[in-house]
């Protein structure tokens, strides 16, 4: 994986991670096509292991003679949305890169809004957000729970939302890229690269085919991969709950040996033995899920597991590498 070019080619790149997207993806590289970006500009399409027709979909996209060159990079499995824009900003070859999603329900006309607010605030980074999110239920709240533990844990910024509409440079894209590890998180890594940040606010549509592919499954990967990642809090956390247990059952034993000598009134063991039992042994269990955790990510990037791995690329960069299905 080597980022975006020292040298731009475009003045814009835009990375679009597809996952069962057959019914929207061609709509949507249709319309970026007609967009009039300064400098020129290239679309990258990421098959992040879709199981309908995405990929003879992009493929067909990618090998139509177009004024806007299209690449699109297939990869052996799916690897989750991060690790796919991760891959598409390493194929990158502008001077600012745009990801966004397959839905449609970020309008087209606002890539130029975003392009030309990047280049004229010069931030190195612009995330969107809206005034009206047409998410289901499920996708606010899950999105509003990732921006919390990211508040949390990695110092977001007040006021900014993490969307998957930003715009990068290629300065951030590059930074970004040198991550290898199997467990990408975009957002926590640019908030590692650079802190110059903007804000825009874009129109959002409600879905134009499907249902969302945002699930509780992802929702917890997610997590995981702020959480584990990108901070130590939860050992520290983890820490502090076993030294506040500790200290609770110090100052119950305290209280119950003082209720024995001084009032001289038995104690009843039996449920108290049986709650102490419960109290330390999930504290215990909880604890040691934690440091395995991090410990199980420790060796996953220690052994190289891949961020992703790229079947084959057709387009504007070079025709399949391997026909394989």
Known sequence: M???AE????????VIPVYNGARTVGTLVAALSDLVIPGG???ILVDDGSADDSRSVCEGLARIATRVPVTFARLSRNFGEHNAVMAGLGLARGAYIITMDDDLQNPPEEVVHLFRHACDGG???VYTYYEHKRHSLFRNLGSAFANRTAALLLGLPPGLYLST?????AFAAREVCRYTGPFPYVDGLVLQVTRSIG??????????EGRSNYTLRRLVRLWLSIALNFSTLPLRLSAFLGIGTMAGGALLGGGLLVRSLVLDTPVAGGAGL?????????????MLGVVGEYAGRTFQTVSARPQY?????????????????
């Open 2 to 4: 080597t980022g975006p």
């Open 7 to 14: 040298e731009s080619l475009y003045a814009l790149s835009i």
């Open 41 to 43: 500009h290239e679309i």
């Open 123 to 125: 931030h190195d980074v």
């Open 165 to 169: 509409f930003r715009c990068l440079s």
């Open 199 to 208: 804000r825009l606010r874009v129109a959002h549509l409600p879905r134009a």
């Open 274 to 286: 049986l709650a102490a039992l419960l109290l330390t042994s999930g504290l215990s269990l909880t």
């Open 309 to 325: 791995a790229i079947r084959a690329v057709v387009g504007s960069r070079n025709e399949p590498a391997d026909p394989a299905p």
